[in-house]
């Protein structure tokens, strides 16, 4: 019996050289970016043109529809808006409401803070948080108008309760709710740095649950303008002074359609330069620059 040894044969595998088809190419890490697509890049342009293409349909579907005391067409809103605007009345309306708003935005921010503050504190904090968020958040500001007139009289005073009553539970359960979310890594590096309580709180739990917050604080004025307007239309006169809401009402009641409109315009136009200037402005020196949102 032969033994049969085998050995392993070396097969010369071939090459196959396969040229490129651009060569030129080779090595690129970047191509240059051409004009539109740089126009395009920037996210004011991009949104301006959105705004663009919502005016122009608008104003089509207006003259579309043929009905101006149910629809008015862009133009005629613009019209009135500028004819308000150059007599005063509209910025008056949109000063005095600005002047309600902010007092009861302010108000609420204040008082969240403090809530949180001993929500992440003390346990008793916690629960009290727990616990009144449950019960007021659902409940419509609308719904506390009759209480707030039987309490606070017809006047800014009312209108500015129902406003702290929409925003502080928004704003505090963000809050707290990004404190909770904070790791325990995060919070025993403070520790051991030495801060404890409300060093604790200032230093690390709010910078880092700061995308929360600025989120609940973006929910709170949009909270807060709706109950500002509803509020105005059935109180009124916030004291001594008309608001957008009762601009909007008066015109109504004119039948002034286009007036209506020119109102309605103006709290849009607010609320797009709070959050184009204020808020981006806060994201930009924050949370952007901490490297905790991408864009």
Avoid: C
Avoid at 244 to 267: D, H, K, M, P, S
Wanted: charged fraction near 15%.
């Amino acid at each position: 019996m032969t033994d049969v040894t085998a050995t392993p044969r070396n097969l010369p595998r071939p090459d196959i050289e396969r040229e490129p088809e651009d060569i030129s190419r080779i090595g690129e890490i970047s191509r240059p970016i051409g004009l539109w697509e740089g126009i395009f890049a920037i996210t004011a342009v991009r949104r301006a043109l959105v705004l663009i293409g919502l005016g122009i349909a608008w104003e089509v579907y207006a003259r579309w529809l043929g009905n101006p005391l149910m629809f008015p067409s862009l133009s005629d809103t613009l019209s009135a808006w500028w004819e308000d605007m150059s007599s005063g009345r509209l910025p008056g309306a949109a000063a005095s409401s600005l002047r309600v708003l902010l007092i009861g935005y302010g108000t609420a921010i204040v008082l969240s803070a403090v809530m949180t503050t001993l929500a992440v504190s003390t346990r008793i904090g916690t629960d009290l948080l727990a616990t009144l968020t449950a019960m007021f958040n659902p409940l419509p500001a609308i719904a506390i108008l009759p209480l707030a007139l039987l309490w606070f009289g017809l006047g800014t005073s009312s209108i500015v309760f129902v406003i702290v009553h929409s925003v502080l539970w928004a704003v505090s359960l963000n809050t707290f709710t990004g404190f909770l979310s904070v790791s325990q890594t995060q919070r025993m590096a403070g520790r051991n740095y030495g801060l404890g309580g409300l060093r604790l709180v200032i230093f690390i739990l709010i910078p880092a649950a700061f995308p929360s917050i600025l989120a609940g604080l973006k929910i709170g004025w949009a909270f807060a303008w709706r109950t500002l307007i509803a509020a105005e239309l059935v109180f009124g006169v916030s004291g001594n002074a008309a608001g957008l809401g009762w601009y909007i009402f008066e015109a109504r009641n004119a039948l002034e359609t286009a007036t209506v409109f020119a109102g309605l315009l103006t709290v849009i136009l607010i609320g797009l330069a709070v959050e184009g200037i204020v808020f981006r402005s806060i994201e930009a020196a924050t949370i952007r620059k901490w490297g905790m949102q991408n864009h």
